[in-house]
């Protein structure tokens, strides 16, 4: 494939393998410097680098928001989801007064390919794939569910204990390096205010919690924003969005990603389920791409919003 | 490198909390080899589940024998597969 000269000419309406999207994220940091940095938060299991793309106009440790995608490697959509929206950050930063406001006070931190080893082995062995590529000692199936790996209810029901499985929650909770790199880095940048983890399919905005059918203290706050959310990204084609409480709207899974984020006391905890509910499932077309990501954009910026005018 | 020649991903509705739970039995039944691309949650909520060529009678012969309707979301995982893979190649010329 012919490399891009820049990220202007980068194919955002096609799928990349891992080396792309890699490059891609070192041309938009050389392009920006003023405003996009990568920071490698760890490594795989498999020693792939763990990126995360900052984008940031200046202060220090500005309170933050985060967003992933790809913790599910075969969810092709979200990875190519991800890198447009590193694009759209640059491009409208200066232009949207909604984005340079949040920008101009708020940090962005953005990682694309959150399962490295998973994506290149879709890419290459099975397309199908969806856990990490950690061997399991005692078993011949490999990898952990890197959404059932988190310190939140870890090991309850709604995770298997069975390492064949595509839920397996793994031997104890952040053993996966993929996890236990943004656990540290969470933990350690301390001023994360929103913490939304993209997956697909199926067209769901979701809020903690998945392990208890406890409702989180907040819930009318996140339920409303949620709505909001789901109205703005429905406006733009009219792709209908449930959403809700993990448990309740999906069912019960422990040791998510945002049941941890939330019980950090990072309050605007999301997940989405990006297309498809027709036809396609993870495989959806590449044509597809352009209009799930220009739609979920929509509903990431009412959250981003949402946390910039309510500081807490 | 996996392929996935004949494996069809069929989508399934219950009718009941009854049928829900004979589809949630589904998980269990190791020797079928199942990837549900969609979970089990709710009785207006459609599961997805891929199912292998060597076990697509058998499967749908089970949901046939308990009066579980489904429908054949995707008839070839691989025809479709490989149509993304030349979509790629062909972006990337």
Same mark, same amino acid.
């Given at each position: 494939r012919p490399e891009p000269r820049n990220s202007d000419s980068f194919d955002f309406a096609n799928y990349h393998p891992i080396n792309e999207i890699y490059a891609f994220q070192d041309m938009l940091v050389a392009e920006n410097p003023n405003l996009v940095s990568k920071i490698v938060i760890g490594q795989s299991y498999q020693g792939r680098d763990l990126n995360v793309l900052k984008f940031s106009t @200046? @202060? *220090?440790? &500005? %309170?933050a928001i985060w967003i992933d995608t790809g913790?599910? =490697? &075969?969810?092709w959509v979200t990875q190519a989801s991800g890198t447009w929206f590193a694009k759209k950050i640059v491009t409208e930063y200066g232009r949207d007064p909604a984005l340079t406001a949040i920008l101009d006070k708020m940090d962005i931190f953005l990682?694309?390919? *959150? !399962?490295p080893d998973g994506y290149y082995y879709t890419h !290459? =062995?099975? &397309?199908m794939w969806r856990k990490t590529r950690k061997p399991n000692s005692g078993s011949n199936c490999v990898g952990v569910d890197p959404n059932r790996n988190w310190d939140a209810g870890f090991g309850g029901p709604g995770a298997s204990g069975n390492p064949c499985s595509e839920t397996y929650r793994g031997p104890r909770a952040h053993s996966e390096s993929e996890v236990k790199s943004i656990v540290d880095f969470v933990k350690s940048h301390r001023n994360f205010k929103a913490f939304i983890s993209i997956h697909s399919y199926s067209q769901m905005l979701l809020y903690p919690y998945g392990y208890t059918r406890t409702p989180v203290k907040d819930q009318a706050e996140l339920h409303s924003l949620a709505k909001k959310a789901i109205t703005d990204l429905a406006s733009l084609y009219g792709t209908r969005y449930r959403y809700g409480s993990i448990i309740n709207t999906i069912y019960q899974a422990s040791g998510g990603t945002i049941d941890w984020t939330y019980n950090q006391g990072i309050k605007y905890s999301y997940t989405f389920e990006l297309r498809? *509910?027709? &036809?396609? @499932? $993870?495989?959806? %077309?590449?044509?597809q791409i352009i209009p799930t990501a220009k739609e979920t954009w929509l509903a990431l910026m009412a959250i981003m919003d949402h946390t910039f005018k309510n500081p807490y | 490198k996996e392929t996935f020649e004949g494996h069809q991903v069929l989508r399934i509705v219950a009718k009941d909390e009854g049928q829900l739970s004979l589809i949630k039995a589904?998980?269990?039944? =190791?020797?079928?080899?199942?990837? $549900?691309?969609r979970g089990v949650t709710d009785v207006s909520t459609p599961v997805d589940i891929r199912v292998p060529f060597h076990s697509l009678q058998s499967v749908k012969i089970h949901l046939e024998g308990q009066d579980i309707e489904y429908s054949v979301m995707i008839e070839d995982l691989q025809a479709m597969l490989d149509k993304e893979q030349e979509e790629m190649v062909s972006a990337a010329r």
């Open positions: @200046g @202060g *220090t440790n &500005r %309170p913790i599910h =490697s &075969r969810e990682e694309i390919v *959150t !399962n !290459n =062995s099975n &397309r498809d *509910t027709g &036809r396609y @499932g $993870f495989v959806l %077309p590449a044509n | 589904l998980e269990d039944m =190791s020797e079928f080899e199942l990837d $549900f691309w």
